[in-house]
């Protein structure tokens, strides 16, 4: 074997290395869109790539190469590999899955993950699995004790592929233009592989791949709008008109976050039930400080100038986003944005606030796990002021008609064990904005009974 082809099947190893880890994590950041983020679904995800690579690897490790035409069989997997990405990666292709699922009212997201992972994830894992082994052999044929190089190239190229992917390319250029830079890697493995005879075919082909991955990832092409704003590893960010009732949605990750209008009853229930009951409420004679965890589109408080606010959001272009494309106007002196995870800011934090307000749940299918903790709670309790009041905005079922809204209760009340109190807003048997109201006000645990009743002295 030639150092040059030897050269050219490792660079084919650590390419396919790179394309692994970036194809997986790429998915995992696309579903965060429509099934949240934790590590149920990382842990689908991972299985199913694995498991079916492991596969794979048994195959080319057990085919007959005299009966096939080696070259040609890995040019088509490679072929096929490519489409897999292009298709698998697409955040409209998912939306248009996961659409589907839901018209069928599959709320589970355990069920839709694994159907997608079946429909366009086993067959990439088996053809890269494959491709890997079969190179491995044909270079240990040649080469008994080059076993522990080619291994070493392989998973550095993985390695490549998580560094590169989640710490360069998403936060930097988007996530559309990473799948455009799996696709033209993959592509260039089809470059590599074929003979001189095909080399044309392939450099067409291959610019053909590039060309569908761009378009099938372009907001304008598969939409004919221009509405996302933002595409990273973080926020997938959509600013959206709504013509006909003069208002702007801003959409986060899949669910929308916040709402906008001249007209205020058009904006979010939630929003209009916090800033009427409570922040328009709040004595004029002092200046309280507010804690808003979960930023969106700062509509909480927005036209309060005289209170001190403190926003926090993981997504650290949120203010410039909102102020530019969302608010069309800046926010007031008295308010302040913090691009820090809300948990860790809690642990760490040691001011005291007025009115704390968490919203950081999204929907059902996107629930911080963090966030629904006694742990996470009794931290905001012990940052509020003696008549201080928290607010937890919650996606939840009004009816308890699951586990979630029931254990979640139990949660709160575990903490908040007095003076606590939960406003449904609207509704709906599935799913509504749930306020729980608490005031840390001195605790009283009499009751009244028949034997004992000081309630007509209004005690």
């Excluded at 522990?148 to 936060?171: E, H, K, Q, Y």
């Excluded at 003069?246 to 916040?258: E, Q, V, Y």
Aim: proline content about 2%; hydrophobic content about 45%; glycine content about 4%.
């Amino acid at each position: 074997m030639t150092n040059c082809l030897k050269f050219s099947l490792l660079s084919i190893v650590f390419l396919l290395g790179y394309s692994s880890l970036s194809f997986e994590l790429i998915v995992l950041r696309q579903l965060i869109n429509f099934v949240g983020s934790n590590t149920l679904i990382t842990s689908i995800v991972i299985t199913f790539i694995l498991l079916f690579m492991s596969i794979g690897y048994y195959l080319g490790s057990v085919i007959k190469f005299n009966n096939y035409n080696i070259r040609s069989l890995m040019l088509k997997m490679i072929i096929v590999l490519n489409m897999f990405f292009i298709l698998a990666s697409s955040y409209y292709i998912m939306e248009g899955f996961f659409s589907v699922t839901y018209f069928f009212n599959i709320h589970d997201f355990l069920l839709p993950v694994s159907i997608y992972c079946i429909l366009f994830i086993t067959a990439p894992s088996v053809f890269m699995g494959f491709i890997t082994s079969v190179i491995g052999r044909i270079i240990h044929h040649y080469d008994t004790d080059y076993t522990g190089r080619f291994m070493a190239v392989d998973t550095f190229g993985s390695v490549a592929g998580s560094i590169a992917t989640t710490l360069i390319f998403m936060p930097f250029l988007s996530v559309s233009i990473t799948i455009v830079i799996l696709t033209t890697l993959t592509s260039l493995c089809l470059i590599i592989l074929c003979n001189k005879k095909h080399l044309i075919g392939c450099i067409l082909l291959s610019l053909i791949f590039i060309t569908m991955s761009y378009f099938i990832n372009s907001e304008k092409f598969m939409r004919g709008t221009q509405n996302l704003i933002q595409d990273n590893a973080l926020s997938r960010i959509e600013i959206i008109s709504d013509d006909s009732e003069a208002s702007i949605l801003m959409k986060i990750n899949g669910s929308f976050s916040s709402k906008i209008s001249n007209d205020k009853s058009l904006m979010f229930d939630y929003v209009n039930f916090i800033n009427n009951n409570f922040i328009n409420s709040l004595d004029k004679n002092k200046i309280h400080n507010i804690l808003i965890l979960g930023a969106g589109g700062f509509t909480i408080g927005l036209n309060d100038n005289i209170n001190n606010y403190t926003y926090l959001d993981i997504e650290k272009d949120l203010q410039k986003i909102s102020e530019e494309k969302f608010l069309h106007r800046k926010l007031g002196n008295n308010k302040k944005f913090m691009n820090q995870d809300a948990y860790l800011f809690m642990l760490n934090d040691k001011n005291m606030y007025d009115l704390i307000v968490v919203d950081v749940f999204s929907s059902l299918r996107s629930i911080p796990l963090n966030f629904v903790t006694a742990d996470f709670f009794e931290m905001v309790k012990n940052h509020l002021k003696p008549k201080g009041i928290m607010i937890a905005n919650i996606i939840t079922s009004p009816n308890f008609s699951n586990k979630f809204s029931q254990r979640l209760d139990n949660t709160l009340r575990y903490v908040f064990k007095h003076n606590l109190n939960r406003q449904v807003l609207h509704f709906n048997t599935d799913a509504a904005n749930v306020e729980y109201v608490y005031y840390n006000l001195p605790e009283d645990n009499s009751i009244y009974t028949l034997d004992k009743s000081s309630a007509m002295y209004g005690q």
